[in-house]
C-alpha cells in the first residue's frame, strides 16, 4: 500500500518509499524522521551518515540492527531534506500507526522533534525539555532523545543520548 500510496504531494519527487526494516517480532524500534537522499535511493531507512551513526548507537546498546526494527514518520523524502509539513505527516499518520501496531514493541525509541511531535502533538515541550523522560505511545514505553543527524552538528549531546539509550537497555536487561 505504502509503495503505491500518493496521499500527499511528497509522492511526486520521491524515488522510492521508504517503509521501514527490522525484525518484525523485534522488541525494540527506533522511530525517525524521514529518508533523506541515500534512503530515497536505496528504499531503505537510516543507510546515510545518520544511519551509521543509528547503527553504531544500536550495537553500543548490544543489539544488532538486524534484531531491531527502524522506521521513520514519513515514508517518502521531503525534497531537499526539509523537515516534512503538517499536512504530510497527517496524510502519513494512517502507516506508522499501523506500523507501531503490527509490531507492537516493548519500546520505541523516538529520534528527534519530528516524530516527538508527530507521537504526542499535545505535550508540552520540545524534544530538548522532554528526551531521556519515559512516556507511553497506546500503551508502549517511549524514550525519546536526540536524532543523530543532529549527534553529527553537536557531538556535545551525545552524553546526553548515551544516558538516554542506557535507560532502555536497562528494560531488556542489557
Ligand atoms: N533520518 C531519518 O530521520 N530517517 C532516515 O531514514 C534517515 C535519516
Ligand atoms: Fe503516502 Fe506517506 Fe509517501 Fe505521503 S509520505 S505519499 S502519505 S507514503
Excluded at 525534497?79 to 516534512?84: A, F, I, L, S, T
Excluded at 500507526?97 to 529520534?111: D, F, N
Aim: glycine share 8%; with cysteine.
Amino acid at each position: 500500500t505504502v509503495a503505491e500510496c500518493r496521499r500527499c504531494r511528497l509522492c511526486e519527487t520521491r524515488r522510492n518509499t521508504v517503509f521501514g526494516e527490522g525484525d518484525t517480532r523485534a522488541r525494540l524500534m527506533f522511530f525517525g524522521e524521514g529518508p533523506g537522499a541515500d534512503e530515497d535511493m536505496q528504499g531503505r531507512p537510516f543507510v546515510g551518515r545518520a544511519g551509521e551513526l543509528l547503527t553504531r548507537m544500536i550495537n553500543a546498546m548490544q543489539f544488532q540492527r538486524s534484531e531491531v526494527y527502524i522506521a521513520n514518520t514519513v515514508k517518502c523524502r521531503p525534497p531537499g531534506n526539509r523537515n516534512p509539513e503538517p499536512d504530510e505527516t497527517e496524510a502519513c499518520r494512517a502507516y506508522a500507526r499501523r506500523q507501531i501496531e503490527l509490531l507492537s514493541p516493548k519500546v520505541i525509541v523516538v529520534l528527534g522533534a519530528v516524530p516527538f511531535r508527530f507521537l504526542f502533538p499535545n505535550v508540552y515541550g520540545g524534544i530538548r525539555s522532554q528526551r531521556g523522560k519515559w512516556m507511553e505511545y497506546r500503551g508502549i514505553r517511549v524514550m525519546p532523545t536526540y536524532h543523530p543527524a543532529y549527534l553529527l552538528r553537536t557531538p556535545e549531546a551525545k552524553a546526553d543520548v548515551w544516558k538516554d539509550l542506557q535507560e532502555v537497555m536497562a528494560v531488556f536487561g542489557r
